[in-house]
């Protein structure tokens, strides 16, 4: 019901900035959560963040309060993260998220996952 398609992955350096996004398409719930996970090797996927669609309430996991920021654009149907204060602990496959209703923090709630884009922190 719903395709996502992850960018703006790459390598930056520690205390550098990325900004991924993730556009959306075939949506046809009113309101959708969107959310961002990553994972790295060898390690657990873990909650990055989340918004409500259309852009409302969001939510941070306590790693990256502070330093990232999650929007979106109802106009070009894209959710973004902003990535600021990169450290080399923020390496990892970045993956969006979605699922009809309001924000959730489990990767098993959501319903449409991306293919992820890949974050490379270099120290």
């Known amino acids: 019901q719903v395709q996502l398609v992850e960018s703006g992955g790459g390598l930056v350096q520690a205390g550098g900035s990325l900004r991924l996004s993730c556009a959306a398409s075939?949506?046809?719930?009113?309101?959708?959560?969107v959310g961002w996970f990553r994972q790295a090797p060898g390690k657990e996927r873990e909650f990055v963040a989340a918004i409500n669609w259309p852009g409302g309430s969001t939510y941070y996991a306590d790693s990256v309060k502070g330093r990232f920021t999650i929007s979106s654009d109802n106009v070009k149907n894209t959710v973004y993260l902003q990535m600021n204060s990169l450290k080399s602990e923020d390496t990892a496959v970045y993956y969006c998220?979605?699922?009809?209703?309001?924000?959730?923090?489990?990767?098993?709630?959501?319903?449409?996952w991306g293919q992820g884009t890949q974050v490379t922190v270099s120290s």
């Open positions: 075939g949506r046809t719930f009113s309101r959708y959560a």
């Open positions: 998220a979605a699922a009809p209703g309001s924000i959730r923090y489990y990767g098993s709630e959501y319903d449409y």
